[in-house]
């Protein structure tokens, strides 16, 4: 089993549609969650942290269910800027020996318009 | 302030060379991390240095690949006798270290040919 499992996508969304993404880990000791952009052949960009109790930033919706280990992203108002990879990031542990980031093969978004 | 960067952004080297990949981590980032990303895949983990000590080096391959961050200069992933399938995209990344979030900062990354 992966240690974090994503859909691979892609997802074609016309402009202005709320699409969500999902996302499964194995670790059940994991301690950080993040949603990472990437677009085509650039870096990655911290698009938001994810928090137990949920959090949200302008358009963007991150939740996580530790009892599940499932982390999700919910973009509402899809605009064509949005168009990119989105990549579930799993820190297995935090303040121990190692600081490693376990990513995602990324969801692709499509917004069309 | 500027963020992490790489260099070279592009290197092509033929079978059997050497390749040498540089990152100067922003500015006051004691951690940085080596990542690669395949053709068509994922970031996987390589290695985790804070200045002069190798953390974490449980991605790296066995041989061939060595890195370091020294005490002064950047970090350098050296890929010794390269062969086609070490091309790929080579992303580093860094942190303060105090962070409780342990946010990492990606810089643009090498892109590596091996002809």
């Known amino acids: 089993r992966k240690e974090v499992e994503q859909d691979p996508g892609p997802f074609n969304v016309p402009e202005g549609a709320t699409v969500a993404f999902n996302c499964t880990y194995s670790?059940?000791?994991?301690?950080?969650f993040f949603w990472y952009r990437q677009d085509c052949r650039k870096e990655p960009k911290l698009l938001m942290s994810?928090?137990?109790s949920g959090n949200e930033d302008g358009r963007f919706t991150a939740q996580l269910n530790r009892a599940s280990q499932y982390i999700s992203l919910l973009i509402r108002d899809s605009k064509l800027s949005d168009s990119a990879t989105y990549l579930c990031?799993?820190?297995?542990?935090?303040?121990?020996?190692?600081?490693?980031?376990?990513f995602g093969t990324g969801t692709l978004l499509a917004v069309q318009p | 302030n500027a963020g992490v960067m790489q260099n070279p952004r592009h290197l092509v080297r033929r079978r059997g060379q050497e390749a040498r990949l540089r990152c100067s981590p922003v500015?006051?980032?004691?951690?940085v991390y080596w990542y690669r990303q395949l053709p068509e895949e994922g970031l996987k983990f390589m290695v985790y240095?804070?200045?002069?000590?190798?953390?974490?080096e449980s991605g790296m391959p066995k041989e061939r690949f060595s890195a370091e961050f020294p005490k002064e200069g950047p970090s350098i992933l050296r890929i010794q006798q390269v062969v086609r399938g070490d091309s790929a995209a080579y992303f580093c990344?860094?942190?303060?270290?105090?962070?409780?979030?342990?946010?990492?900062?990606f810089g643009p990354g090498t892109r590596l040919t091996v002809l």
């Open positions: 990344a860094s942190s303060p270290g105090t962070s409780h979030t342990n946010e990492q900062f």
């Open positions: 670790n059940s000791a994991s301690q950080s």
């Open positions: 994810v928090y137990s």
């Open positions: 990031v799993v820190n297995p542990m935090v303040g121990g020996a190692t600081n490693k980031l376990i």
């Open positions: 500015k006051g980032h004691s951690h």
């Open positions: 240095l804070q200045k002069e000590n190798i953390i974490d």
